[in-house]
């Protein structure tokens, strides 16, 4: 595993209000990974990114209370996985990525179009023909459909940096290219699934794309009373209880953003609480047991954090936290 030293412990500021802290064998700061919710295990999910010190390959498992490490030997190391949980098979699934967040490393534009899967043991490999590879791809599980749904991401061809505005499905036995059109290419897109609606809702993407569209199973719609304030890396899940798509931070293009947005199908609206500090590269899921949006992590550009934040539908409560850490600029 190639280790990357970008980070240096960074102090607690002295109005910080202590939650939860997670312990020695615990998560710690994280980035660039992906989250589902486990409806079998009841769990919220974690796997890959990048820590303090390395890419990761590590699967993790949010109980309510503490994050638990699940032992797992599967996919190699990884960040901007796509990861999704088919809850007709009973799968967590992981497709692609890159092999590094940020550096000069010799394999900075590998990028990965393996499939894995795990059913509450050992991972396995899926060995079948799958999307091109890519990072920054985003998916998820259309519950009416029961099929993975993928769209767009990047990847480096001959050193140039290559946009995907494909749309892909997984039905538990072959990947189908499903579309061509709809969104423009992107990567960074925010990406769920609205089971009220049973549609697939797309918001923001490379570019500072404020827009919304939605993915009925033949093809996509944009939803242009939804235009917003262009964002991409922004972290996204559907809430349940309160029917609405929650939205959390992202980044412009010039500054990261710390807003909370809830989306009814028609618009955005802005909710106007205090929660996390500002970011991009979170990852977030829906607790269904606990009726919670979970975020975990992200970074604001030199900070990455390693807190845990739950939204009830009308407040964020803090429920681990370790210290942010510094990323060092050493050219790797």
Known sequence: MRVLKLFLLLALPANFIFAATTGP??????????????????????????????????????????????????????????????RARHALVVYGGNRVLFGTENDKDTFLADHWEWKGA?????????????????MVYDEARQRIVLFGGYRVLDGKGIRLNDTWEWDGEKWSQAGTSGPSPRNGAAMTYDPDRQRTILFGGSGASGETWEWHGTGWHEIKPALDEG?????????????????????NGE?????????????????????????????????????????????????????????????WSRATYTAARMRIDNGH
Do not use: C
């Open 231 to 251: 964002l991409f890396n922004s972290a996204m899940t559907y809430d349940v209880k309160h029917r609405q798509v929650i939205r959390f931070g992202g980044w």
């Open 25 to 86: 064998d615990s998560l710690t700061v994280r980035n660039a990974h992906a989250m589902a919710y486990n409806h079998d295990r009841a769990t919220v999910m974690l796997f890959g990114g990048a820590d303090a010190e390395t890419v990761r390959e590590d699967l993790w498992e949010w109980n309510g209370k503490q994050w638990q490490q699940v032992p797992s030997d599967g996919p190699p190391p990884r960040t901007f996985p796509a990861m999704a949980y088919d």
């Open 255 to 315: 500054i990261r953003v710390g807003d909370t947005w809830a989306f009814d199908g028609k618009k955005w609206h802005r909710v106007v609480v205090t929660g996390p500090e500002a970011r991009n590269h979170a990852a977030m899921a829906y607790d269904s047991k606990r009726q919670r949006v979970v975020l975990f992590g992200g970074h604001e550009g030199e900070k990455v954090f390693g807190d845990t934040w739950e939204w009830d539908g009308r407040r």
């Open 122 to 138: 050992d991972w396995q490999q899926i060995n079948v023909p799958t999307p091109p590879a890519r990072a920054e791809a985003t």
